[in-house]
């Protein structure tokens, strides 16, 4: 850890139990409010690639929190950056990209049905939930009580391109961009999914890529003797799935996406796999990539061709499990009354992490499930106790 992040983190808050307890009632009084905007969101199709329109609406959104001026950039990441500039900033990330099982169309609303506390789509947790939970910060923050009360700026960030094959793109264009102009973070955090007792700390790094196998074709009994695509990938598929290791985790393989043939009656010209390989491990994710390779070339007849495409990388990094910054969101978490416990993801704090900057990554409260598929729900419930953790967490930071 580097000197300035040491005394960023053990410095003590402006902020005491008695402020710490007020900001905490609001956000539980914000309650509906901000599941109101969850709702609003999530029902904006926004897939990978193209968030804009959401984007445009979480640039609205967070105009309407306060007087911080709002920016939308070319890379289509909103920002708002709250407090004085002349301390390392502290950095917020929520990603404005969601999974949908089937393409939604853009221009139609996305279903959302809503019970009470219960809401059900595709998106509402991952992440309408955490633009949300961003939303509630710059109005948190902005208060005219709480305002003055920050040491350092905070850049409340919603970022493009998290999920799919979007790379981290937005995260990684804001790193960027900050490095060029010589600011170092004092740390990050990716507000992610729902969730109020996990403390991501490892960042699982990936590697994509796609393996097509193109040959002659031909029709399927005339030329029976041709060598066949998919018969080639499907040896492929068989041996590429026993490489990785889905108990010890360090290295996970799976093939995501399949594709090719052109008839029913013909043998195909063209097929291909997708290969999404997730681990702890950078030295284990590349051994697993070219063995990746290898296998492609093994399983591929002389009369076929292979073509290997590399379709992105997340970096591997880890934060300390006794890091001050970790600790200090176990605090956060005990104090809202829930056992603390550390995960390992794949998240915009891939980044920073990556990078040596402090990062974790933080759910933005109530429970849910069925993340990436059309089946998605979110209770709220118990909505408000993740973000007053998070609030806590931001604070003691940034005042
Ligand atoms: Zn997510």
Redesign the pocket.
Known sequence: MSRLSQEAFSSSSTVNDAVMAMLCTRVRAQQAWTLRQQVTLAAIAAPTGNESTRARMVQQLLQQCGTAPVTMYETGNVECAVGPGDTPPLVCMA?LDSVYATSPQLDAPIAVQRDGALVHAPGIG??SR?LAGLLTLAAILQAPDVLPLLTRRVHLVATVG??GDGNLRGARAWFDDSANVGVTPVAAIAI??PGDTSIVHQAAGAHRLRVAVHGAGGHSWVHADAHNPIHALGDFIARASRLGNAQRRDVVVHITRMGGGESLTAIPQHAWVEVDVRGTSATRIASVRQQLVRLAHDVTPASLRVTITALGDRPAGALAGDHPLVQLAQRATEAIGVVPHAAVAS?DANIPLSRGIPAICLGAGGDGGG?HTDGEWYDDTHGARGLERLVRVVMALAS
């Open positions: 990603h991952d992440n955490g998290e999920e992610d999914g998240t993340a």
